[in-house]
């Protein structure tokens, strides 16, 4: 079992700033060249979207197109959290953000073994 908990939402304006982190917990997996971490969002009356994800051996990250340049996913190993930098946030970045993790070959929402609870990021004037 892994528990995630996710922190860092807020209300922030637009061309505003946050980090979303997530601390990790339960089995190891630092050894485990599959598993991978990330964020996923899901906006009201919409479907959740992949965000950002990063592979836990190794660090490749992947980041969806419209996040990339903007968002930035990062971990500590030594701390076992994973980070998601967002940057030039925009109102439509607006949604409860999910902590994902996997150790499956894709990260898509049904490949997803573990969820945190979310949290709420708010782009507004």
């Known amino acids: 079992q892994v528990q995630l908990a996710e922190s860092g939402g807020g209300l922030v304006q637009p061309g505003g700033s946050l980090r979303l982190s997530c601390a990790a917990s339960g089995r190891t997996f630092s050894r485990d060249f599959n598993f991978k971490m990330g964020w996923f969002r899901q906006a009201p009356g919409k479907e959740r979207e992949f965000v950002a994800n990063?592979?836990?051996?190794?660090?490749?990250?992947y980041h969806a197109d419209s996040v990339k340049g903007r968002f930035t996913i990062s971990r500590d190993n030594v701390k076992n959290t994973l980070y998601l930098q967002m940057n030039s946030l925009k109102p439509e970045d607006t949604a409860v953000y999910y902590c994902a993790a996997s150790s499956r070959a894709n990260f898509r929402v049904d490949d997803i073994d573990y969820w945190g609870q979310g949290t709420q990021v708010t782009v507004s004037s």
């Open positions: 990063i592979r836990w051996y190794g660090g490749w990250t």
